[in-house]
C-alpha cells in the first residue's frame, strides 16, 4: 500500500489482510501470459473493426462489408482455433457501437 502522504492508491481501498513483501510472490506464468494474449487479441479485433468502418463508409450496399474482420477471423481458424466473433445488440435488435457502448 503506498504512502497516506503522496496521496497515491495504486487501487487500494483498505489494508491488506496479509502483508506478504514482493520478492516472496511468484507469478503463474500462464495466468500473466493468458492476459497478455487477451488483451493483444482484443486490440487486434478492434483495430479490423475501425480499418472496415473507415473503409465502409465509401462503399456501395452491394459491396460485401467486414472485410477485414473476416480475414482475422479465417486466419485464426486457418491456425487450428476455433473462433468468432459476435456483435452485441440492444433488445430493439441494432447494433451497439463496441467502444462506447451507444447505438
Not at 497478455?36 to 463508409?57: G, P
Amino acid at each position: 500500500m503506498a504512502n497516506k502522504k503522496s496521496g497515491q492508491n495504486f487501487g487500494c481501498v483498505r489494508q491488506p489482510l496479509l502483508n506478504v513483501p514482493l520478492d516472496h510472490i511468484i507469478l503463474h506464468e500462464l495466468h500473466l501470459l493468458l492476459r497478455v494474449t487477451d488483451i493483444l487479441l482484443e486490440n487486434l479485433i478492434e483495430d479490423a473493426m475501425e480499418w472496415n468502418k473507415d473503409e465502409e463508409w465509401w462503399k456501395s450496399k452491394g459491396k460485401q462489408k467486414g472485410v477485414h474482420l473476416k480475414k482475422l477471423v479465417d486466419t485464426i481458424n486457418s491456425c487450428g482455433m476455433s473462433f468468432s466473433v459476435w456483435e452485441k445488440r440492444n433488445a430493439d435488435g441494432r447494433a451497439v457501437e463496441p467502444m462506447t457502448g451507444q447505438v
